[in-house]
């Protein structure tokens, strides 16, 4: 790596050693913007070493951590309780307490517009306000998901024009991937390696003394491009996989091959492989959208990623394969269309055991099926309703059902999106006229069913 010589007389900046001093004796202040499902596990990570300030406009996030409440399934109204009573941390709306930062980590959303273009106006709004605040000596750090370029092409140069201050000379700039798997209790921000990525030696430096201090390793590269492209590759990693394997459960659907079946027997192999899950769909903040802010960046160089963009394609066509296989059981087993039928989604989070319904292909199917003509409802542990959404305004405010056998069988048929631990998945299937299961959950009460699979259940 081309590191930049400290020792160069020609350089001509702020002493860091300081700032250094501050983040290896753990007295420096540290402050997140953005408080959702990366910032605010990041300040849980944070706060037991630093003083902490967390920032957002979202009034309503500010308020509910002022006053002990969680909004976030990970963490209860008893950890905000220990995180204020700290006497470590702030949570505020007011951009100005961010001049009292040494550090200021970004974990903003990055989602994609309507044409599946990257929506950077996160990153710049954030930009531009911390450009009002920015002060010589402190570190900025961005850990938001983006394409390979974002921290050199757009922040820096929003940061410089508005301040006058040179990056690497006057402040410091860096990027640092977050890897955060909400509801995965076995890995955290603590347990979790840390890709540290920055365009000159002092900004890497200062960045890897603060992550030092959370993390069990830090990683360096030579670039914050390169770790942007590290960020990328993980997920797009994982979106071509599933996509496979996608695509692996249709064609063995056809031949009347169990594509768990296969999956299961195939994971004994020690080498060379890994195994990846059909799914009804991709949801959630990273994997159906990081892809595509690499194929959006490799049109500048002339070059087509066709088998990002195929990985896609498919992963984005599973929802309406859930709803054809729907609509052929159905017409199959009781001569009914989906027209005036009844269904239940079970699951409208996007992954198990989190209150998470970014991208969830539950969202989608639920609005696939009203424009059918369906009777539609949900149920949720996790969701008491769904929260207002701009791809799916109909779906807002929509109540989740209890789980009762006298609702269940009111339905022609449940979907199971999601397949949550704490659902009674014997209850479902006792009391269901139909079940198109699409994550394999119903396995588990086969030893109620001597060994074998109630014919009730459809795999899809």
Known sequence: MDFINLNNPAIQSIDIEQLLAKFNTKTARIAVIGLG???????????????????????????SLQNNKSYIKNFTDDDIFNLNTSNQFTASSDLSILQQADAILICVPTPLTKNREPDMSYILATAKNISTILRKGQLIVLESTTYPGTTKEVLQPILEAATNLKSGQDFFLSYAPEREDPGNKKF???????????????????????????????????????????????????CVNIALVNELKIVFDKMGINIWEVIEAAKTKPFGYMPFYPSPGLGGHCIPIDPFYLTWKAREYDVVTKFIELAGEINSSMPHYVVSKLRDALDDRFAKVLNGSKILIVGMA???????????????????????????????????????????????????????????????????????????YQLLVDN????????????????HTNGKLKDNIVYA
């Not at 003083?51 to 308020?63: E, P, R, T």
């Not at 030696?201 to 030579?222: C, F, G, N």
């Not at 198109?436 to 009460?445: G, L, M, Q, S, Y």
């Open 37 to 63: 499902y990366v910032g605010l596990p990041l300040i849980f990570a944070l706060y037991k070493k630093f003083k902490v300030i967390g920032f957002d406009i979202d009034q309503n996030k500010i308020s």
């Open 188 to 238: 955290t921000a603590t347990d979790i390696p840390k890709v540290v990525g920055a365009n000159d030696d002092k900004s890497r430096r200062l960045t890897i003394a603060l992550y030092s201090q959370i993390a069990p390793e830090v990683v360096q590269v030579s670039s914050t491009a390169t770790a942007e492209a590290v960020k990328i590759l993980e997920n797009i990693f994982r």
């Open 350 to 424: 996007y992954k198990k055991n989190v209150d998470d319904i970014r991208e969830s292909p539950s969202l989608y199917i639920f609005k696939e099926l009203l424009n059918k003509k369906s009777e539609v409802d949900y149920f949720d542990p996790y969701i008491q309703f769904i929260p207002e959404n701009r791809e799916y305004p109909k779906l807002s405010h929509i109540y989740s059902i209890s789980l009762t056998k006298e609702n269940l069988q009111k339905y022609d048929a449940v979907i199971i999106c999601t397949d949550h631990d704490n659902i009674d």
């Open 432 to 447: 269901s006229k139909l079940i198109i299961d699409t994550r394999n959950a119903t396995a588990i009460v086969k030893s």
